[in-house]
């Protein structure tokens, strides 16, 4: 049997992530505001000391699992960073997008362990005319990390725990 999952990129390791776009309103009925502010932005990264942002998770690789909803700055950033590899003009692309987010971070110290299986990220933005500080800072921008032996993404849409309808890019899933 061959099966076809759109906007999913697979691996010979099984990863699978999915890039969603929730709906506008979506974000204004949970009644925050479609960015995240300055504030959000520095408390979500956890830990800035001396303008060294150093989380503490030393663990930037997103692979098959564990399943997660990547949809806070942190989270959204490490992805950017893991997408980036050893391309030193992408990681200064992220990196400087990040010092004008949050101006206290002055350096950022990426872990050894930092990857992801597909190293689709950037183009799917591009795909979808989404810069990638837009990507970072809207809220309505989130990505499912999933392996394609669990498809739990999947099973949640098709058994509606997830309303088709606050998803923008719903044809894509």
Same mark, same amino acid.
């Given at each position: 049997?061959?099966?076809?999952?759109?906007?999913?990129?697979?691996?010979?390791? #099984?990863? #699978?992530?999915? %890039?969603? &776009?929730?709906? =506008? *309103? &979506?974000?204004?009925?949970?009644?925050?505001?479609?960015?995240?502010?300055?504030?959000?932005?520095?408390?979500?990264?956890?830990?800035?000391?001396?303008? &060294?942002?150093?989380?503490? *998770?030393?663990?930037?690789?997103?692979?098959?699992?564990?399943?997660?909803?990547? =949809?806070?700055? !942190?989270?959204? $950033?490490? /992805?950017?960073?893991?997408?980036?590899?050893? *391309?030193?003009?992408?990681?200064?692309?992220?990196?400087?997008? %990040?010092? !004008? %987010?949050?101006?206290?971070?002055?350096?950022?110290?990426?872990?050894?362990?930092?990857?992801?299986?597909?190293?689709? $990220?950037?183009?799917? $933005?591009?795909?979808?005319?989404?810069?990638?500080?837009?990507? %970072?800072? *809207?809220?309505?921008?989130?990505?499912?990390? =999933?392996?394609? !032996? /669990?498809? &739990?993404?999947? =099973?949640?849409?098709?058994?509606? $725990?997830?309303?088709?309808?606050?998803?923008?890019?719903?044809?894509?899933?």
């Amino acid at each position: 049997m061959i099966q076809i999952r759109r906007n999913t990129f697979e691996t010979n390791s #099984s990863s #699978s992530h999915s %890039l969603v &776009i929730m709906t =506008d *309103n &979506i974000i204004k009925e949970k009644g925050e505001d479609l960015y995240f502010t300055h504030d959000e932005m520095l408390e979500s990264l956890h830990r800035v000391s001396r303008g &060294i942002y150093k989380p503490w *998770n030393d663990n930037w690789y997103f692979g098959r699992s564990p399943f997660r909803v990547l =949809d806070t700055f !942190e989270w959204k $950033l490490q /992805y950017a960073y893991a997408n980036c590899g050893d *391309n030193e003009d992408k990681i200064k692309e992220v990196t400087d997008i %990040l010092k !004008e %987010l949050v101006p206290e971070v002055k350096k950022v110290s990426i872990p050894e362990n930092c990857g992801v299986d597909d190293w689709q $990220l950037f183009g799917w $933005l591009s795909k979808h005319n989404i810069n990638l500080k837009e990507f %970072l800072t *809207n809220k309505k921008y989130v990505v499912i990390q =999933d392996g394609d !032996e /669990y498809c &739990i993404w999947k =099973d949640l849409i098709d058994c509606g $725990l997830i309303d088709k309808k606050v998803i923008e890019n719903m044809e894509d899933q």
